[in-house]
Every structure is written in C-alpha cells, then in structure tokens.
C-alpha cells in the first residue's frame, strides 16, 4: 500500500534550482545499495545523508547538505528526510531515520513507504522513525510549523494548530 504523494512546499527558488539529472542516487535494490555505499567514504559514512522514497516507492539518496527537492528531481514523494547507516555483521542496517524535511514536511505516517522501500533494498532497519517530526500549517497565518512537545501551537501567531496534517493547502487535511 502506497502512501500520500507530498508535493514539495518549501521555497520556490530552491525548486527553481533543481536540474535535470541532478538528483540523488536511486537505491532499488541491494546491488544498487552495495555500489553505492562502495563509493562514501568513512567521512561520509559518519553523517546522515538526505533521502526521498520516490512516488514509484525507490528509495532515493544525496549528501546531507542536498535539498530534499533536489535529491527527487523536483518531484513528488512518498516521504522525506534523513537517514544514516551502520555495518552490522556482514550487512548494512538503517541506524536513524527521520522524516525531517521542511521541503516536503511529510506525515509521521509516511514511515509505511520507508519500510518498503528499504525492504526492497534488503536493509535492515528500526521499528519506526527514530525521530519523528509532526509538521502542520496554521490555519490562521499559513506558516509551516514543527509541532514539539505535543504544543499544537503556531509559532508565529499564536493560533492553534490541527491534529491532522495538513501542510499541503491542495490536500487539506489528508494526502492524495
């Protein structure tokens, strides 16, 4: 089962930017995943990397500092965020993963297109997002929030917040 497609809603001129071909790695299985990872250094390997499922379910990867819009191609994805790696006897396993990415503010829920994703790969990985980040957008002023501490506030002008996502204002409250 396949999750919400979520549209990058982050700033314009960072969408602008992005370049045919110029996107992250795409990972479909274990050999893309082997090749890849051949190729990062210790330094790398130290640091979390960027990454997007991509609307077909692929699992997407880039440096840290790539925008999450670049490492899709500017496309739609079924989640966002970071994600870092560890060897673990003779594999390699997912060590954290979150959904932070302000470009695409993705859904705790989208954790489901993840485990498939890295399924496919072969790798192993946590029961969910080590750390989950809960974005929503103010009703009242439009802006982008990270929800902490259950605080269903907005930042910039007091408002309350929804206990539903609802970043994207084409969606409303859900995904689609």
Known sequence: ???????????????????PGSGGCRIGSATDFDSWVAERSAAELVEPFTFVVG????????????????????????????????????????????????????????????VQALDCVGLGHPSGFT?????????????HNIVRESDFV????????PEQWNVDPLIGGGGG
Not at 1 to 19: H, Q, T
Not at 131 to 143: A, K, M, S, T, Y
């Open 131 to 143: 750390h989950e980040v809960i974005f929503r957008r103010c009703p009242g002023c439009q802006e």
């Open 1 to 19: 089962m396949r999750g919400w497609n979520y549209r990058y809603v982050g700033p314009a001129e960072l969408k602008a930017a992005v370049r």
């Open 55 to 114: 609307a077909d379910g692929v699992l997407w990867l880039a440096p840290r500092q790539s925008e999450h819009v670049a490492c899709a191609g500017g496309r739609s994805v079924l989640s966002a965020g970071e994600i870092s790696f560890a060897p673990e006897a003779d594999r390699w396993v997912v060590r954290e993963v979150t959904n932070q990415s302000t470009g695409y503010c993705p859904d705790v829920s989208s954790w489901s297109s993840v």
């Open 154 to 161: 907005c930042v910039f002008c007091g408002s309350d917040l």
